[in-house]
């Protein structure tokens, strides 16, 4: 079993920048693959950035290509989403999640264990 919790969400005006943190919990976590989902009012979860266990490969929606960033300082750190440039479209609730995988991996039905999420609101 994988525990996960994330921190860091806020409010923040239009340009501003948050972290976010997924802290993770369970004997076989350094074998995971992390990612982020966001989930606005009335809408899907949808995917933001992913990491390999390693930290080595990282993948990234086009929605947020050059504002956030992925990382993770080893397998068994905590995963953190550098969020930059924000704007208004970015206001969801973010979800951590891992997947028993080594690898970087998009789709939502890949992965296995989910955090509760955390708040980010982005005002004009």
């Known amino acids: 079993q994988v525990q996960l919790v994330e921190s860091g969400g806020g409010l923040v005006q239009a340009g501003g920048s948050l972290r976010l943190s997924c802290a993770a919990s369970?004997?076989?976590?350094?074998?995971?693959?992390m990612g982020w989902f966001r989930q606005a009012p009335g809408k899907g979860r949808e995917f933001v950035a992913a990491?390999?266990?390693?930290?080595?490969?990282?993948y990234y929606a086009d929605s947020v290509k050059g504002r956030f960033t992925i990382s993770r300082d080893s397998a068994k750190s905590p995963v953190y989403l550098q969020m930059n440039s924000l704007k208004p479209e970015d206001t969801a609730v973010y979800y951590c999640?891992?997947?028993?995988?080594?690898?970087?991996?998009?789709?939502?039905?890949?992965?296995?264990?989910w955090g509760q999420g955390t708040q980010v609101t982005v005002s004009s």
């Open positions: 369970g004997s076989t976590f350094s074998s995971y693959g």
């Open positions: 999640a891992a997947a028993a995988t080594s690898g970087v991996v998009a789709g939502l039905n890949e992965y296995d264990y």
């Open positions: 990491i390999s266990w390693s930290g080595g490969s990282t």
